[in-house]
Structures are given as structure tokens and as C-alpha cells.
């Protein structure tokens, strides 16, 4: 009753049309730091890397009564800019590629059934196009923002991408390294590579093989989350993770995460001072190798030594745009966590026997859609708020679980592109499916911690199969009953939680993977849960409706909802889906001027 009388009386600051990492607009909460604090926090050099991200993920948690810090108002006036140019460099705009209206959504998922495209200007930018373009601009009165293939907390793109291609014609005569324009839907020369430094980097990959970089610009969230903006990041990468990675399904090309390179921010060109000159800085997160066709590696794919024993870019173009005429605040706890987890993590190499095939978790038919790959990466939202009326099959909530989890042997898209088995496991609570009793269920995405969870969970709890459910399908009833008010309780009190036809938490295996890979594997876990997101948010608009992430909710009340007790278990991420709302007064607007 008390969250009933409470959650009533909010509202909510979210931009339309993108996922939610809004919490909700109480007036003045009460923070577990306030920014003057937040300022004086303590050095790294007092505490380990690990004790970093410990003391960071517990501070900006969110509780019933206090939030992680942030500021208590948005300064609209100094809002980021959400297009990142570099001044000097020169722009190559691209041809907007042409309809592929033959190529089904499904086929994204099953291996070898697109013909590998050779790479060129016209494959790049489709490449670009799906991954990480406009998709709409919305406007509403004499406002106007733009929408993105790939998603973002409250619709702030702290997400920069970068491509380091081989010669192209119609893009340049030599190797490069090229910022991504969404505006202009254009590559943005940063640097020039000599050839030879390029041929010798590139030596253990297929001929047509280039390189794509992720890098976060921390502000553009802290501007409006404060502390927990570094999580929110994180999400945004695992979502464009996401999105390179079916996008190079998309023209048969496979994406192949790098192990962590401490020069990825020599890559870029993050590291020059020069270049950001007052301006806000970027922050290096993956580089990832697409390849034309199958590829036999050795696990732990890398660069050639030779990038890390010299420059390779001959030459640099272009100075960063200032995003904020100022910054007001300074979140010290976000550089921190930053800096404990920039290091190289441990080279990874798990096998994925125990898992799967794809006969034993979808039932038939498993290549069928209605929508092509282009309907539902170019039309993908983020739902503002859900029907409460709208069911799903069970054969559609079955579906979209299934492609959640890895298969055995080659595995499937988009897990393919990461080398660790996984981490992200749901809890969920079921409203409106077909056939499906309503209440909280468990979906164990590594088959192997079904007991571990059991363990950490409600000792009440059933673990009972449902009935019609595919056997390798990893899914169990764990109390059945009307979950709704629950799901939207510990969602930070959002409505959307419990309108849906299910929402879910994501239950990162916490404590022991830092145990294993290190702190820096503190990111990983939130690529994982964002690159989770991604394909639910695909998933639904196959199905015809709609989902978001949620970034808002009360961390141990999550946990004490599923009896996790143990700190080894934590809530990394929420997701919602079921019938959308439309916003009338929105007027919607194509992405480029054909």
C-alpha cells in the first residue's frame, strides 16, 4: 500500500521513444552520497581494483528510500550534445544502402545462410546503416530528437563507434581509422595508417577483414544519472555490441570480440590530448575483428603484436566539438570504477559442450518470420508505457528465451561474437502468457547453473517445469501467482513493469566472475545484459510488439524478491515486454532526407 500511495503521485523525465534509466522524479530524494560528498571521494590509490568496483556497485544502488547520487534537477542548459564531430577531418558521406527487402529477419540467426557480401563502401555503410544510424527523428511541438539502431538510457548515445578499414574505393586510397556521423550517416577520417603497419596487424585475419571500436563519453549520462551513469554505459555498449554484431550477420559477415587491448585507446586516438582540447573526453571499450566469412581461430583472437610495438597511424585529423558549455558536477566515483576496470582482463577460453542445439530449444518452425531484417532493426523502439492488456503466445515467449541462450558447437548469433559462457541468467515475472500460469520464473542461460541458482534462491521455491516447454529450454515455475504490483515495485515503481506481458530481471553471476577474470570483467557482465536487451528488443518487434530496458529498479529488493542473499548474485539489468502505447501527439520523421 505504501508503494501504491507513493508511485501514484510520479512522474517520470524520459525522453520519448527510448529505453527508461529514469528513476523517478520524487522532488529532492534522498541520495547515499550528494554531489559535495561524491567530490571528496577516495583516491584510488586507498583501495584495490577490486575493492573499487565492490564499493561502486554497492554505492550507487538504489534503494526504497534513497537513490544513488545524482543531481536533483536536469540543467537543461547544459544538456550534452548528442553528435560527437571532429573539426578538420574530413567527412565521407555514404550511399544509403539499397532495400533488402528479400532477407528475412531469421535468416540473422542461422549460420551460412547469407552469402558473404564482398566488402566495400556500399556493404560499410549498410554495416553502419543497421548498427548504429538514425533510425526516426520524433518532434513534438517545436521540439525534435533523434532515435538510434542502437538503444540508450533516457536517449543520451554516450556511445561513440569507430571502423579502421583497408583501402575502399570511394572512401580513401589508403588504410584508415574512421569516426562514425550518425547525422550524416558518414565515416569521419581520423587517422591515416601506413599500409604495411596495416597488412602486418591485420596478418591473422581473412583478406576483407577490418576493425570496429566502442568508446563511452561518460558525461553525456552523468549529466543526467550522476553516479550510476557508469552502469548505464555499459549497457549501451553490450546494446551496440548487439547491433554490430547482427548487423554483420546481415551481410553474412561474422564479428569477433578482441581480447582486451590495452591500445585500444591508441587505436582511436582517444589518448591525444591535443585532440580534446577542453573537450570531453572518450573513454576506450571494445575493438572487435568483422571477418567476410567462417573463420577457424584459435580461441583468444588478437591483434598482431605489431600494433602494440608502434604507432599505427601516420598521421591524425580533426579536434573533438565541446558537448556542454559546462559541467557543474564532476562525478569522481565514475572515473574510479573507470580506471579499475580498464585493465586487460584474462585471456577467456570456455567451452560450450553442455549447451544446447538448436533442435532442443526451439520447437518447429525455427526459420519462419513475417518481417524482414530491415523492418525490425530500422523500426526497433523503446516503449514508453505498455497496455496492460496485450498476451503472447507461449510458443512466442519460448521463442524469444531460446534465443537467448547459446547452442552447442558453433553457437548461435549474436553469442557467437562474445568467448565466455554466460553470466546474465533471468529472473522473470510472467503476466499475460497464453497457457503459462502467471508468477515468477527462472531461465538458467548456462544449463550448468540451474543448481547454483536453486542454491541461492527461495528454499520455497518449486523449479518445476512448464509443461509445453521445450526440454532444452533452461525455464522453471518458481511460485506461481499475480506478480504485476511486484514487478513494478522493485522497477523503481514503474508502471511498465507490470503492464507488460512479462518483465525480468537480469541476475548477473557476480562475485565469482570477477573472482576468475578479473575486475575489469565488471563491464563485461553489463555488455552481456545489455547485448541480452538487444535481442529481446529485436524479438519483440518480430512478434509484433514492444519492449524497453529498464535501468531503474531497487537492487536488494530485487534480490530479496527471488531470496538472493548472497552478494555473489546481483540485479544488473530489467527489461519489459508486451503491448505498446503510441503517443499521438508525436510526430514521426525519416532519418536522413533521401
Same mark, same amino acid.
Given at each position: 500500500?505504501?508503494?501504491?500511495?507513493?508511485?501514484?503521485?510520479?512522474?517520470?523525465?524520459?525522453?520519448?521513444?527510448?529505453?527508461?534509466?529514469?528513476?523517478?522524479?520524487? =522532488?529532492?530524494?534522498?541520495?547515499?552520497?550528494?554531489?559535495?560528498?561524491?567530490?571528496? %571521494?577516495?583516491?584510488?590509490?586507498?583501495?584495490?581494483?577490486?575493492?573499487?568496483?565492490?564499493?561502486?556497485?554497492?554505492?550507487?544502488?538504489?534503494?526504497?528510500?534513497?537513490?544513488?547520487?545524482?543531481?536533483?534537477?536536469?540543467?537543461?542548459?547544459?544538456?550534452?550534445?548528442?553528435?560527437?564531430?571532429?573539426?578538420?577531418?574530413?567527412?565521407?558521406?555514404?550511399?544509403?544502402?539499397?532495400?533488402?527487402?528479400?532477407?528475412?529477419?531469421?535468416?540473422?540467426?542461422?549460420? !551460412?545462410?547469407?552469402?558473404?557480401?564482398?566488402?566495400?563502401?556500399?556493404?560499410?555503410?549498410?554495416?553502419?546503416?543497421?548498427?548504429?544510424?538514425?533510425?526516426?527523428?520524433?518532434?513534438? =511541438?517545436?521540439?525534435?530528437?533523434?532515435?538510434?539502431?542502437?538503444?540508450?538510457?533516457?536517449?543520451?548515445?554516450?556511445?561513440?563507434?569507430?571502423?579502421?578499414?583497408?583501402?575502399?574505393?570511394?572512401?580513401? !586510397?589508403?588504410?584508415?581509422?574512421?569516426?562514425?556521423?550518425?547525422?550524416?550517416?558518414?565515416?569521419?577520417?581520423?587517422?591515416?595508417?601506413?599500409?604495411?603497419?596495416?597488412?602486418?596487424?591485420?596478418?591473422?585475419?581473412?583478406? =576483407?577483414?577490418?576493425?570496429?571500436?566502442?568508446?563511452?563519453?561518460?558525461?553525456?549520462?552523468?549529466?543526467?544519472?550522476?553516479?550510476?551513469?557508469?552502469? &548505464?554505459?555499459?549497457?549501451?555498449?553490450?546494446?551496440?555490441?548487439?547491433?554490430?554484431?547482427?548487423?554483420?550477420?546481415?551481410?553474412?559477415?561474422?564479428?569477433?570480440?578482441?581480447?582486451?587491448?590495452?591500445?585500444?585507446?591508441?587505436?582511436?586516438?582517444?589518448?591525444?590530448?591535443?585532440?580534446?582540447?577542453?573537450?570531453?573526453?572518450?573513454?576506450?571499450?571494445?575493438? %572487435?575483428?568483422?571477418?567476410?566469412?567462417?573463420?577457424?581461430?584459435?580461441?583468444?583472437?588478437?591483434?598482431?603484436?605489431?600494433?602494440?610495438?608502434?604507432?599505427?597511424?601516420?598521421?591524425? &585529423?580533426?579536434? %573533438?566539438?565541446?558537448?556542454?558549455?559546462?559541467?557543474?558536477?564532476?562525478?569522481?566515483?565514475?572515473?574510479?570504477?573507470?580506471?579499475?576496470?580498464?585493465?586487460?582482463?584474462?585471456?577467456?577460453?570456455?567451452?560450450?559442450?553442455?549447451?544446447?542445439?538448436?533442435?532442443?530449444?526451439?520447437?518447429?518452425?525455427?526459420?519462419?518470420?513475417?518481417?524482414?531484417?530491415?523492418?525490425?532493426?530500422?523500426?526497433?523502439?523503446?516503449?514508453?508505457?505498455?497496455?496492460?492488456?496485450?498476451?503472447?503466445?507461449?510458443?512466442?515467449?519460448?521463442?524469444?528465451?531460446?534465443?537467448?541462450?547459446?547452442?552447442?558447437?558453433?553457437?548461435?548469433?549474436?553469442?557467437?561474437?562474445?568467448?565466455?559462457?554466460?553470466?546474465?541468467?533471468?529472473?522473470?515475472?510472467?503476466?499475460?502468457?497464453?497457457?503459462?500460469?502467471?508468477?515468477?520464473?527462472?531461465?538458467?542461460? !548456462?544449463?550448468?547453473?540451474?543448481?547454483?541458482?536453486?542454491?541461492?534462491?527461495?528454499?520455497?521455491?518449486?523449479?518445476?517445469?512448464?509443461?509445453?516447454?521445450?526440454?532444452?529450454?533452461?525455464?522453471?515455475?518458481?511460485?506461481?501467482?499475480?506478480?504485476?504490483?511486484?514487478?513494478?515495485?522493485?522497477?523503481?515503481?514503474?508502471?511498465?513493469?507490470?503492464?507488460?506481458?512479462?518483465?525480468?530481471?537480469?541476475?548477473?553471476?557476480?562475485?565469482?566472475?570477477?573472482?576468475?577474470?578479473?575486475?575489469?570483467?565488471?563491464?563485461?557482465?553489463?555488455?552481456?545484459?545489455?547485448?541480452?536487451?538487444?535481442?529481446? &528488443?529485436?524479438?519483440?518487434?518480430?512478434?509484433?510488439?514492444?519492449?524497453?530496458?529498464?535501468?531503474?529498479?531497487?537492487?536488494?529488493?530485487?534480490?530479496?524478491?527471488?531470496?538472493?542473499?548472497?552478494?555473489?548474485?546481483?540485479?544488473?539489468?530489467?527489461?519489459?515486454?508486451?503491448?505498446?502505447?503510441?503517443?499521438?501527439?508525436?510526430?514521426?520523421?525519416?532519418?536522413?532526407?533521401?
Amino acid at each position: 500500500m505504501r508503494s501504491q500511495l507513493l508511485w501514484n503521485l510520479l512522474e517520470y523525465v524520459r525522453r520519448p521513444g527510448e529505453r527508461s534509466g529514469t528513476k523517478p522524479d520524487v =522532488g529532492t530524494p534522498l541520495p547515499l552520497y550528494t554531489p559535495a560528498e561524491t567530490a571528496r %571521494a577516495e583516491p584510488v590509490s586507498d583501495l584495490s581494483a577490486e575493492e573499487i568496483v565492490a564499493a561502486y556497485h554497492e554505492r550507487t544502488k538504489h534503494h526504497y528510500h534513497r537513490f544513488a547520487a545524482s543531481r536533483d534537477y536536469l540543467d537543461w542548459a547544459t544538456q550534452p550534445d548528442p553528435f560527437r564531430r571532429y573539426e578538420g577531418a574530413s567527412l565521407i558521406r555514404l550511399p544509403f544502402p539499397e532495400s533488402e527487402q528479400a532477407l528475412q529477419y531469421w535468416q540473422l540467426y542461422v549460420t !551460412d545462410s547469407i552469402m558473404p557480401a564482398p566488402l566495400s563502401v556500399h556493404s560499410v555503410s549498410l554495416f553502419l546503416r543497421y548498427a548504429l544510424s538514425l533510425t526516426a527523428w520524433k518532434s513534438a =511541438g517545436e521540439t525534435t530528437w533523434s532515435l538510434r539502431a542502437n538503444p540508450s538510457s533516457g536517449n543520451l548515445h554516450p556511445t561513440e563507434g569507430y571502423a579502421l578499414l583497408p583501402v575502399l574505393a570511394a572512401i580513401h !586510397d589508403g588504410p584508415g581509422v574512421y569516426h562514425y556521423a550518425p547525422k550524416e550517416h558518414g565515416l569521419e577520417r581520423r587517422a591515416d595508417i601506413d599500409p604495411s603497419v596495416w597488412s602486418a596487424a591485420m596478418a591473422a585475419f581473412p583478406e =576483407g577483414s577490418f576493425l570496429v571500436g566502442l568508446s563511452s563519453i561518460f558525461w553525456r549520462e552523468a549529466w543526467k544519472y550522476g553516479e550510476r551513469a557508469f552502469r &548505464y554505459c555499459q549497457h549501451d555498449v553490450g546494446h551496440a555490441l548487439g547491433t554490430l554484431r547482427l548487423a554483420a550477420a546481415a551481410l553474412g559477415w561474422k564479428l569477433y570480440l578482441l581480447d582486451r587491448i590495452h591500445i585500444t585507446s591508441q587505436l582511436l586516438g582517444l589518448d591525444r590530448e591535443s585532440d580534446y582540447a577542453g573537450a570531453e573526453r572518450e573513454h576506450p571499450e571494445l575493438m %572487435a575483428v568483422v571477418v567476410p566469412r567462417n573463420w577457424a581461430s584459435d580461441r583468444g583472437i588478437r591483434l598482431s603484436k605489431v600494433v602494440s610495438a608502434q604507432d599505427v597511424a601516420s598521421r591524425w &585529423y580533426g579536434t %573533438a566539438n565541446l558537448l556542454s558549455s559546462e559541467h557543474g558536477v564532476d562525478w569522481a566515483t565514475i572515473d574510479q570504477v573507470a580506471a579499475a576496470t580498464a585493465n586487460t582482463t584474462t585471456a577467456i577460453d570456455e567451452d560450450f559442450l553442455s549447451f544446447p542445439s538448436e533442435s532442443e530449444l526451439f520447437d518447429p518452425p525455427v526459420r519462419f518470420g513475417e518481417f524482414t531484417a530491415e523492418k525490425v532493426i530500422l523500426g526497433r523502439r523503446s516503449a514508453v508505457s505498455m497496455d496492460g492488456r496485450t498476451g503472447i503466445s507461449t510458443a512466442t515467449f519460448f521463442r524469444m528465451l531460446a534465443r537467448l541462450v547459446p547452442t552447442r558447437g558453433e553457437r548461435s548469433v549474436p553469442w557467437d561474437a562474445i568467448p565466455w559462457r554466460p553470466r546474465i541468467h533471468l529472473g522473470l515475472f510472467v503476466h499475460r502468457v497464453d497457457d503459462l500460469s502467471p508468477g515468477l520464473y527462472a531461465l538458467a542461460r !548456462d544449463p550448468g547453473k540451474v543448481e547454483p541458482l536453486r542454491q541461492a534462491m527461495r528454499r520455497e521455491f518449486l523449479w518445476s517445469r512448464p509443461q509445453s516447454c521445450p526440454h532444452g529450454l533452461p525455464l522453471y515455475l518458481l511460485k506461481q501467482g499475480d506478480c504485476r504490483a511486484l514487478a513494478a515495485n522493485v522497477s523503481c515503481g514503474q508502471s511498465i513493469a507490470g503492464d507488460g506481458a512479462f518483465s525480468l530481471a537480469m541476475i548477473a553471476d557476480y562475485k565469482a566472475s570477477l573472482a576468475t577474470c578479473g575486475p575489469a570483467f565488471y563491464r563485461n557482465l553489463f555488455w552481456e545484459a545489455g547485448l541480452v536487451g538487444q535481442v529481446l &528488443y529485436l524479438e519483440a518487434e518480430e512478434a509484433g510488439i514492444g519492449s524497453t530496458g529498464i535501468g531503474c529498479y531497487f537492487d536488494d529488493p530485487v534480490h530479496d524478491v527471488f531470496g538472493i542473499s548472497s552478494r555473489d548474485w546481483q540485479s544488473f539489468y530489467h527489461f519489459t515486454v508486451g503491448g505498446p502505447l503510441e503517443d499521438n501527439r508525436l510526430t514521426t520523421l525519416p532519418a536522413y532526407k533521401l
